[in-house]
């Protein structure tokens, strides 16, 4: 399907010929569902990314040249909680079904819904609201088109659709039961998305029971799956919608060139850590330790996988914990075609604080790492955990710092990668490339994770807005990516470029910006102090010249986030803030019309010119080289501002 792009038809094409003379071979869009672009008629106030806004959005990215798009964590979030990072981890999020094509009779649904229906709720929908009025509204609005879909289906029964519905089913049956049960319980308790209030009873440990309650859990599920039989049939059936959804996503996706990233989000859901509660620590949890992105720690509430139900006890297969990992890989890696690792660390050495503290954040901060405390006297538990000996701890840094594990053999370094190589194992079991899995590394590298990914050959994320200007061995600046390494300006979790221009304009910092960009861009010493001015007077310029610096580097993974490429200024999301603005921010109907104005503006990422910039950092014969090319990108660049410069 052919869809209308504000690009000229030859701008892939020439992007794509950039890249390979840059050597990047992965361009990637990061963007996560509640961002996508509705259309009118079918747009309830949240994005999709399986919507007709969405597909249009999706064409234009296609021909921007973007080889992948990183997703968020797509599970279902509560009607209180936004985070897509709390999300469940097998469930999918039904407020992604798009509504429109259930109404098409001819559709691969056939006529779920009914168009009124459909326009009566986006009529109801309201831009004006506040964005926590907009979720909620949304919220409401997908619960009543999903339930007048699951009537037209349960009424008409269409042998085609009920066919594809018991596949599904019986394929997932061990996690859609689990989780449906939850929504059954917790609507019998009166406490929608929670279950702490009701945690010591049986049915608050259905799946987990205590010895001698095994039998007795096993009938309650039984007759719960029985007496709540429709219920659970109806949570089934909105997981097929929107797994059909997806998968017809990825197809569309792959006739584009486009692969689709999925999140392997570090975090559980409470329905998660309900469902799967024997599997975790009981006197811990886990949570971020004091860093340079975060000087006070989180405490993430965020339960720890219990290291000695890993492996079985005679260590001759799998325990409980890697075949939980094992079934949700498998099921990642049959929607997605690469992975991003959410904190990694996670994985190999979690940060972890007592569980029930008065104070969390305060506990979190005098935290220990599960695997690297042998003699700790405030953790004197996690001792048992310990992979390191005392003598292998460089007791001078603190004991969240990247060097407090000072060496390891690589037996040790093995046992710290039991969970990170499932992940890698089974991406490659499944024909993922390398490349293809993402280790989400941010300010915080301790020496057990580096050893672990070095094992691997994977690269960490370099977000090149964070660099200080000031240490030339920071490792944001771009002069230090890996070739292994994703570089980019800037994630869902900082602020967008041009709202740091902005900033660095009114704080007199354009200069010490432009210095640095200067240096990396214009390999010459003859004309540098020129360019240098140049950038520093002219903050749109700057902004283009701080994209081009990721094309420059040895990267060969390139990443943007989709505020950063159309221009937007708001923040996705502010990390360790509670604000209802955080995972709210959406691209807006008139997208396309928007980005081409700040094209000619510089206020938006110019694609062409910020590639030509960067082919110009490799000096003459680089030039001389692609003399051919550099004129062409400096044409479309000019195109696409309206001939103005």
């Not at 672990?452 to 000031?470: C, E, H, P, Y």
């Not at 503006?601 to 694609?607: F, G, Q, R, V």
Request: net charge negative.
């Amino acid at each position: 399907m052919e869809l209308p792009s504000p690009l000229p038809d030859s701008h892939r094409s020439l992007v794509t010929e950039a890249l390979d003379a840059l050597g990047v071979t992965r361009w990637v869009l990061s963007i996560h569902d509640p961002s996508f672009p509705g259309l009118a008629g079918e747009d309830l106030g949240r994005g999709s990314p399986y919507s007709e806004g969405a597909a249009r959005f999706l064409a234009f990215a296609r021909d921007l040249g973007f080889t992948g798009i990183q997703l968020g964590p797509q599970g279902q979030t509560t009607a209180h909680n936004p985070s897509p990072y709390d999300g469940t981890l097998f469930s999918r999020n039904t407020l992604n079904v798009a509504l429109a094509p259930l109404t098409d009779p001819h559709g691969p649904w056939g006529a779920l819904l009914s168009p009124g229906t459909l326009a009566r709720l986006a009529s109801d929908a309201s831009a004006d609201d506040g964005p926590e009025a907009r979720y909620h509204s949304a919220c409401r609005g997908q619960a009543l088109a999903l339930q007048e879909a699951w009537d037209t289906f349960r009424r008409t029964r269409e042998p085609g659709l009920v066919r594809r519905f018991e596949g599904f089913r019986a394929e997932h049956r061990e996690w859609l039961e689990r989780d449906a049960l939850f929504d059954v319980l917790a609507t019998r308790h009166h406490t929608p998305d929670d279950w702490r209030s009701w945690a010591d009873s049986l049915e608050g440990r259905l799946f987990a029971p205590r010895p001698g309650e095994v039998g007795e859990a096993e009938a309650r599920i039984q007759e719960l799956l029985t007496v709540e039989a429709e219920a659970v049939e109806q949570y089934a059936f909105r997981q097929f919608l929107v797994s059909e959804q997806h998968g017809l996503l990825r197809e569309r996706a792959g006739a584009w060139g486009l692969k689709l990233y999925g999140d392997l989000q570090i975090g559980f859901s409470p329905r998660d850590t309900w469902a799967r509660q024997g599997l975790f620590l009981r006197a811990y949890l886990m949570g971020a330790p004091p860093s340079r992105t975060n000087p006070e720690g989180q405490p993430w509430n965020y339960p720890v996988l219990d290291p000695e139900q890993y492996v079985a006890p005679d260590g001759s297969s799998p325990g409980p914990v890697l075949r939980f990992m094992d079934a949700r890989l498998s099921k990642m890696l049959s929607e997605y075609d690469g992975l991003r690792i959410d904190h990694p660390h996670g994985l190999v050495c979690p940060w972890v604080y007592r569980a029930g503290s008065v104070d969390p954040l305060r506990a979190v901060q005098g935290g220990a790492r599960l695997f690297s405390s042998p003699d700790l006297p405030d953790h004197p538990e996690l001792a048992r955990y310990s992979i390191v000996a005392p003598e292998q701890l460089d007791r001078s840094v603190s004991r969240h710092a990247d060097g407090w594990v000072k060496a390891l053999t690589e037996e040790q370094v093995g046992r710290y990668a039991i969970l990170f190589d499932s992940v890698v194992r089974t991406a490659r079991e499944r024909g993922r490339a390398r490349e293809d899995v993402l280790c989400e590394v941010l300010s915080t590298l301790p020496y057990e994770l580096s050893r672990v990914m070095a094992r691997d050959g994977l690269g960490r994320f370099r977000v090149t807005q964070k660099a200080d200007l000031s240490n030339p061995a920071d490792v944001y600046r771009s002069e230090n990516v890996a070739p292994e390494d994703w570089v980019m300006v800037g994630n869902h979790d900082t602020k967008s470029l041009w709202r740091l221009v902005s900033e660095w304009q009114w704080k007199h910092a354009l200069r010490a910006q432009a210095d640095y960009l200067a240096e990396r861009l214009h390999p010459e010493a003859e004309g540098r102090e020129a360019f240098a001015r140049q950038l520093a007077q002219d903050p749109g310029l700057l902004a283009q010249a701080k994209f081009a610096d990721l094309f420059a580097s040895r990267a060969r993974s390139v990443m943007v986030f989709f505020a950063d490429l159309l221009g937007m200024p708001d923040t996705y999301n502010a990390p360790g803030s509670v604000d209802a603005r955080n995972w709210s921010l959406r691209i807006p109907p008139d997208w396309a019309a928007q980005y081409q104005q700040r094209l000619r503006a510089d206020a938006a990422l110019n694609l062409p010119q910020v590639l030509a910039m960067a082919l110009r950092a490799g000096g003459a014969e680089a030039r001389a080289r692609h003399a051919d090319l550099l004129t062409r990108l400096d044409g479309a660049a000019d195109q696409l501002r309206g001939g103005e410069r």
